[in-house]
């Protein structure tokens, strides 16, 4: 049997390896997990009434594309959030899940030639499905550093020409997983105008944009519809796992210009897996309701005071200014995370599962990814642990 060894090239997926490297270890305490973005906070109450009240749907084929409801929910949000205007029909995609998103993005969007082969850029560390949406049509993943003397966010303009010349896509998530950095209007305004330029797409992964410390971080859509920019060229994805603590409703979008919204569609009918009709209904209610999201929020600023009191004595501590991640220098990411499982059960995730070699250097090696979805006292407990094993 002959399989394709167009993947060959990425590591296994981070979660395996990390079971690989501690599993065969007894935790030195009672386990804290502190590894996987799933959001522990209650999601809103009124979400088992809705169902409730839509269960007759499940005896219907879903809507594919998104109910009209759904689809005017996500647009009004985008609205009051970004001030956008953004077509509910045409400029939106309700998705199952982001990462069904952005994997099929790159599938219906990258051409198959592009000054020869097309490249796809990504941050590096990055979001593993980036990396295998290339691969699998085809593309030049390039992975582009998103380290401290960068501002934890890709240099993209710092590339070779003939590497810009043959870019097809970018994608890039702010505020940032792991690192936590937000791109500034400034940094958008300077990734959209290099696309211009060298007329590539901008895939802008906006997940965690609702869990933010002051200000809230501001779009590339915002920027791009502000810039007068060609309006194919952002296509941004955001879910409700996050902003809402619904990881299991598996709901996101996509919006962007008319026209990769409609190759997106045309794939989608073919490939995809819509979100069933009770389920869309409880989203649109969800986006529509911004006090959960404003509690969430105010929870997670209580994990991040938690944290800067913790790591206060810690030189190395840089407090993130979004999501819920800690993106914590040690050393060496594996060892500290091998040997923290061992002294205390804590178990964290090694930076460099999180990216890729290149030129022999990882950029996450030096790193441990923190998160900081625990309830507080677990939380803070397992902070506690970790800075007095690791950096005492």
Known sequence: MVFPERFSALPDYAFPRLRALLDVHEPGGDPIA?????????FPAFVGDVLAQNLSGFNKYPVNDGSADLLQAISDWLTLRYSVQVDADSQILALNGTREGLYNACMALCPEHKNG??????????????????????????YVPA???????????SLPEDVLNRTAI???????????????????ENLIALAEKYDF???????????????????????????????????????????????GLRSGFAAGGPQS????????????????????AVAAAVWR???????????????????????????????????FFLWLPVEDGEAASLHLWQQTGVRVL???????????????????????VAPKQDMQRGLIQLRDCIYK
């Not at 919204?261 to 869309?280: E, M, V, W």
């Open 289 to 323: 309701d911004e006090a959960h999201v404003q509690d969430n929020r105010a929870q997670y600023h209580e994990k991040f005071a938690i944290c800067d009191e913790v790591f206060a004595d810690v030189q190395a501590y840089n407090s993130p200014e979004a999501g």
């Open 350 to 372: 090694p930076g460099a599962y999180l990216a890729r070699d290149v030129d022999g250097e990882n950029p996450g090696k030096g790193y441990i990814r923190v998160a900081l």
């Open 170 to 188: 970018c994608y890039i998530c702010s505020p940032a997983n792991p690192q936590g950095a937000v791109a500034s209007r400034a940094y958008w």
């Open 261 to 280: 919204i409609a190759r997106l569609k045309q794939l989608r009918n073919y490939s995809g897996a819509p979100l069933p009709a009770p389920l869309q």
């Open 201 to 247: 797409k901008i895939f802008a992964d906006e997940c965690y944009s609702e869990i933010f410390r002051d200000i809230a971080p501001v779009g590339a859509l915002q920027v791009a519809q502000e810039m007068g920019a060609d309006p194919e060229r952002v296509v941004i994805f955001h879910s409700l796992s996050k902003r809402s603590n619904l990881p």
């Open 34 to 42: 502190m590894t996987i973005g799933e959001p522990q906070h209650k």
């Open 147 to 157: 380290t401290a003397s960068t501002g934890f966010l890709p240099d993209y303009a």
């Open 117 to 142: 082969k097309p490249v796809v850029l990504t941050p590096n560390p990055f979001y593993q499905v980036y990396a295998v949406a290339a691969l699998s049509v085809g593309a030049e993943p390039i």
